[in-house]
T-cell receptor, first 111, second 113 residues
Framework: GQQVMQIPQYQHVQEGEDFTTYCNSSTTLSNIQWYKQRPGGHPVFLIQ?????EVKKQKRLTFQFGEAKKNSSLHITATQTTDVGTYFC???????????FGTGTRLKVLA | NAGVTQTPKFRVLKTGQSMTLLCAQD?????MYWYRQDPGMGLRLIHYSVGEGTTAKGEVPDGYNVSRLKKQNFLLGLESAAPSQTSVYFC????????????FGNGTRLTVT
């Protein structure tokens, strides 16, 4: 079945450093969504990418969708303590309405 | 402005007991999902529904049953709980399925002893 892997699993950064998480799918995705989950909370939608090679920005966050639509990345510039949490990518299994989540990257920001 | 509401928030079961988790959404969403979250394994899809009266299996459906008798409610049942079902369960809903964001409830933390 479809698998969605994320690396790294954990990342500790000093406040002000940059951070990137990578998402890789075993199959081509029609779109990809990114979510953030704060400690003790629930996942919250950040963004959706649909087109091959698409790049979207939200303030300090930059999202990319790979040309082959099998991978994606989230880059945070100059991390802040409010960025702490786990970041998940999620993509639909082809031909179904199943959204399969990646394994997540847990970010810790040290002040 | 409730969104997606899950009950209960916490529950402890003994092996072999049964229970039902309730998910209710007030956004008139067609699609609803049940996920479980375990450390290091992300969110895994248990069952989902694309509309009232429909259900379908996700990645890890064994040991669970679901029902969607009303559009706003999606029930997850455990007929005979096992320790392997200890997890945090999240319900989510979306308006248009693949082209809409998932809105999550606050989760139910279930422990099976």
């Amino acid at each position: 079945g479809q698998q969605v892997m994320q690396i790294p699993q954990y990342q500790h950064v000093q406040e002000g450093e940059d951070f990137t998480t990578y998402c890789n799918s075993s199959t081509t995705l029609s779109n990809i969504q990114w979510y953030k989950q704060r400690p003790g909370g629930h996942p919250v939608f950040l963004i959706q990418l649909v087109k091959s090679g698409e790049v979207k920005k939200q303030k300090r966050l930059t999202f990319q969708f790979g040309e082959a639509k099998k991978n994606s990345s989230l880059h945070i510039t100059a991390t802040q303590t409010t960025d702490v949490g786990t970041y998940f990518c999620a993509g639909p299994t082809s031909g179904t309405y199943k959204y399969i989540f990646g394994t997540g990257t847990r970010l810790k920001v040290l002040a | 402005n409730a969104g997606v509401t899950q009950t209960p928030k916490f529950r402890v079961l003994k092996t072999g007991q049964s229970m039902t988790l309730l998910c209710a959404q007030d956004m008139n969403h067609e699609y609803m999902y049940w996920y479980r979250q375990d450390p290091g394994m992300g969110l895994r899809l248990i069952h989902y529904s694309v509309g009232e009266g429909t259900t379908a299996k996700g990645e890890v459906p064994d040991g669970y049953n679901v029902s969607r008798l009303k559009k706003q409610n999606f029930l997850l049942g455990l007929e005979s709980a096992a320790p392997s079902q200890t997890s945090v369960y999240f319900c989510a809903s979306s308006y248009l399925g693949l082209d809409s964001p998932l809105h999550f409830g606050n989760g139910t933390r279930l422990t099976v002893t």
